[in-house]
């Protein structure tokens, strides 16, 4: 199929919602007023209450204000807890010294390939060399990154990187619930090639536009608190794309039960907690409100009109 062929493989879709809805530290819309629901979850039964927001690491200057029923909750918590906490400095360092890949990335691509993905990324300024060193799956993220720039998305507009910044102007606590090492081990799930095949299917929804389509498609969902779409969406990847059971096994299995452990212990404290983690870990039956759930304690989704 040529480069610039329209078609349509979900696969890579499945795989740009995993990257962008369960997300990480390292990617920093508001709801209408009337939207209902949100993508807001309370979760009672422990010494304090907890709430969970789902959060777009890609957003722009009109996604706010976020609308008062999450707010309001965030007001009322003395914690904020996070992936990771983005704004640190070591992590920006973590991050570049993962960028490598040790090999030369154009000698795996083809000659077309090579030349589209120089030309989708030209406007992070990157030398030829520093691209040819670039792991697959960070040149995925980068393809990412700049789709979301002509789309009008920026991490800093991040709901994350909102939290954070309020959180440190309150004088409220933050917890990160993983590691920056965590964070790496998931981004380089399964194997080089899995995660060439998705860097070559980025690349050609890159060149077609598809991938603009994605990520406007996916705020949308964000802001319709549309919970079952997103599910929806993850659910379809392994059908689609079964290169993607090792990616997704990481991003979403294992991370939302490590992540479930650490809220409910946060429950138990005595503090009220406010939680903020990528969208893609709050739907589905192997969700973070799932776990919860499963470990006894009340979970119930909120809508905008719904006082604290």
């Known amino acids: 199929m040529a480069m610039g062929e329209k078609r349509d493989s979900s696969g890579w879709r499945q795989r740009l919602y995993a990257l962008l809805l369960a997300g990480t530290g390292f990617l920093a819309q508001a709801l209408p007023a009337q939207a209902a629901p949100l993508l807001l979850w ?6 304090a209450p907890i709430w969970l927001f789902g959060s777009v690491h890609l957003c722009r200057a009109d996604c706010f204000p976020l609308p008062q029923a999450v707010e309001s909750r965030f007001k009322k918590a003395a914690v904020l807890a996070v992936e990771l906490d983005a704004t640190r400095p070591d992590v920006a360092a973590a991050m570049s010294s993962e960028t490598a890949s040790g090999g030369d990335l154009k000698a795996e691509l083809t000659p077309e390939e090579w030349a589209l993905l120089r030309r989708q990324i030209a406007p992070l300024g990157l030398s030829d060399a520093a691209i040819a060193r670039l792991a697959p799956n960070i040149a995925n993220l980068m393809l990412s990154l700049v789709a979301a720039r002509r789309a009008g998305l920026s991490p800093r507009y991040g709901i994350d990187l909102h939290f954070i910044g309020r959180a440190q102007e309150l004088g409220k606590r933050l ?25 070559r299917s980025t690349l050609a929804a890159a060149d077609d536009g598809s991938l ?23 659910d379809q990847a392994l059908l689609d794309d079964p290169s993607s059971k090792a990616l ?40 973070i409100p799932a776990h919860l759930a499963q470990k006894g304690f009340n979970v119930r989704q909120i809508d905008a009109a719904d006082a604290l």
């Not at 406007?216 to 993850?234: P, Y």
């Not at 490590?258 to 005595?270: C, D, H, P, V, W």
């Not at 406010?274 to 969700?287: K, N």
């Open 42 to 47: 309370e979760v009672t039964g422990g010494a």
């Open 175 to 199: 917890v990160e619930l993983e590691t920056v090492a965590q964070q790496i081990s998931a981004l380089n799930a399964g194997t080089y090639e899995e995660r060439l095949a998705g860097l």
């Open 212 to 234: 603009r389509e994605l990520l406007e498609e996916m705020v949308a969902a964000w802001q319709a608190g549309d919970a079952a779409r997103l599910a929806k969406a993850i």
């Open 248 to 287: 997704f096994a990481e991003l979403f299995g294992r991370r939302n039960r490590a992540m479930s452990e650490s809220i409910a212990g946060l429950a138990r404290r005595g503090e009220p907690v406010f939680v903020v983690v990528g969208s893609g870990h709050l739907t589905g039956p192997d969700s």
